[in-house]
């Protein structure tokens, strides 16, 4: 048996999230089906994060184990294949070590949050970005930002239904420019918080909009409580850029 690390495309809009649930599809049951079709087992396909309903991915990590002989350009290419039509792409395929595991020996993670920062409406990036009409200021967004830089008591970004067994994290880096009409939200860290990164992108917007300062948000911080952060920004602006593995 062979362990294949496979890195993923995939658009999130259709899904209920990156996890097999019964209310509805998921990213890690289209994979499991289009492994199924290729080689007739029944696999776990297990992912480095699990992304919620709507979140993108630019490169999702996963592994499965395959009983069958065959190379990563055929495991590549067959599930692409039997992925059609579903918006979800392997790019790349790599035989690994049995020990390697998507989730637990990753060492960090990266994520990318876009607004559309104009008066217009979101037309091609529909489903994409979080459309903010109002002017940002792109430059006090990222002092801001810097605050939360660390490794801190994030009860104020969390969610109420997280799992996590402890709020405590390490931000690596939060840093938030402006390019063109967008505005760029870019976080690392070995693991987040459930909603982290939108709650952090929910504040961040106060604070271009000119209602908050850094200060408010160490305010917020040192408050360890989610009633006191800015909303939780949309999925769809959230995306998962890459996994580090050392």
Same mark, same amino acid.
Request: with cysteine; charged share 25%; net charge neutral.
């Given at each position: 048996?062979?362990?294949?690390?496979?890195?993923?495309?995939?658009?999130?809009?259709?899904?209920?999230?990156?996890?097999?649930?019964?209310?509805?599809?998921?990213?890690?049951?289209?994979?499991?089906?289009?492994?199924?079709?290729?080689?007739?087992?029944?696999?776990?396909?297990?992912?480095?994060?699990?992304?919620?309903?709507?979140?993108? $991915?630019?490169?999702?990590?996963?592994?499965?184990?395959?009983?069958?002989?065959?190379?990563?350009?055929?495991?590549?290419?067959?599930?692409?294949?039997?992925?059609?039509?579903?918006?979800?792409?392997?790019?790349?395929?790599?035989?690994?070590?049995?020990?390697?595991?998507?989730?637990?020996? $990753?060492?960090?993670?990266?994520?990318?949050?876009?607004?559309?920062?104009?008066?217009?409406?979101?037309?091609?990036?529909?489903?994409?970005?979080?459309?903010?009409?109002?002017?940002?200021?792109?430059?006090?967004?990222?002092?801001?930002?810097?605050?939360?830089?660390?490794?801190?008591?994030?009860?104020?970004?969390?969610?109420?239904?997280?799992?996590?067994?402890?709020?405590?994290?390490?931000?690596?880096?939060?840093?938030?420019?402006?390019?063109?009409?967008?505005?760029?939200?870019?976080?690392?860290?070995?693991?987040?918080?459930?909603?982290?990164?939108?709650?952090?992108?929910?504040?961040?917007?106060?604070?271009?909009?000119?209602?908050?300062? $850094?200060?408010?948000?160490?305010?917020?911080?040192?408050?360890?409580?989610?009633?006191? $952060?800015?909303?939780?920004?949309?999925?769809?602006?959230?995306?998962?850029?890459?996994?580090?593995?050392?």
């Amino acid at each position: 048996m062979q362990r294949w690390k496979i890195t993923i495309e995939y658009d999130g809009g259709p899904f209920v999230g990156w996890q097999r649930q019964t209310n509805g599809p998921s990213v890690q049951a289209a994979l499991e089906d289009a492994a199924f079709a290729f080689c007739g087992e029944r696999l776990l396909v297990q992912g480095a994060g699990r992304t919620d309903t709507g979140v993108h $991915a630019l490169a999702q990590v996963a592994h499965l184990d395959i009983e069958r002989e065959t190379d990563a350009k055929t495991v590549r290419d067959a599930l692409n294949h039997h992925l059609k039509p579903d918006p979800v792409a392997v790019l790349e395929a790599e035989a690994v070590p049995q020990d390697f595991h998507a989730r637990f020996s $990753a060492t960090g993670r990266s994520y990318l949050y876009r607004i559309l920062n104009r008066r217009a409406p979101a037309v091609l990036d529909h489903g994409r970005v979080w459309a903010v009409p109002k002017e940002l200021d792109a430059t006090a967004m990222h002092e801001a930002a810097q605050v939360l830089v660390g490794r801190h008591d994030f009860t104020s970004f969390r969610a109420s239904e997280c799992q996590a067994d402890s709020p405590v994290r390490t931000l690596d880096r939060l840093d938030v420019s402006r390019r063109g009409e967008e505005i760029h939200i870019v976080a690392e860290a070995r693991s987040f918080l459930h909603h982290q990164i939108r709650n952090f992108a929910g504040t961040l917007e106060r604070v271009g909009r000119g209602r908050w300062t $850094a200060g408010d948000v160490a305010d917020v911080l040192a408050a360890r409580d989610r009633a006191a $952060a800015g909303p939780t920004a949309p999925p769809q602006g959230l995306y998962l850029t890459g996994v580090r593995y050392d």
